[in-house]
C-alpha cells in the first residue's frame, strides 16, 4: 500500500499540563482553574475548598500568548 503524501505542514505537540489546567469558553475567554487542591486539604475549611473549584479569568496577556503557544488547538 502506497504512503500518503506529505502536505508539509507539522503538527505541534500539546502540553497536556497547560491543556488540563486552562479551559476557552464560547466567547474566547482564557480561563484558569486553581492550584492547591490536591493534598493537606483537612486543615482548610469548607468554604475556602469550595472557593477552590471555580475558575477564574486570565488577565495577563503574555500569560494567554505563551498558552497559546503550549496549546496550539485550546480552541477546537
Known amino acids: 500500500m502506497p504512503r500518503k503524501q506529505a502536505t508539509g505542514k507539522y503538527k505541534i505537540k500539546t502540553h ?38 471555580d475558575m477564574l479569568p486570565v488577565k495577563g496577556r503574555g500569560i494567554t500568548k505563551r498558552v497559546q503557544r503550549l496549546a496550539p488547538y485550546l480552541d477546537k
Not at 491543556?19 to 482553574?33: I, P, V
Not at 486539604?41 to 472557593?51: D, E, F, N
Open 16 to 53: 497536556k499540563a497547560t491543556s488540563k489546567r486552562f479551559r476557552l469558553t464560547g466567547t474566547g475567554k482564557l480561563m484558569r482553574t486553581k492550584g492547591g487542591k490536591s493534598h493537606l486539604r483537612r486543615r482548610t475549611s469548607k468554604r475556602t475548598k469550595r472557593l477552590l473549584d
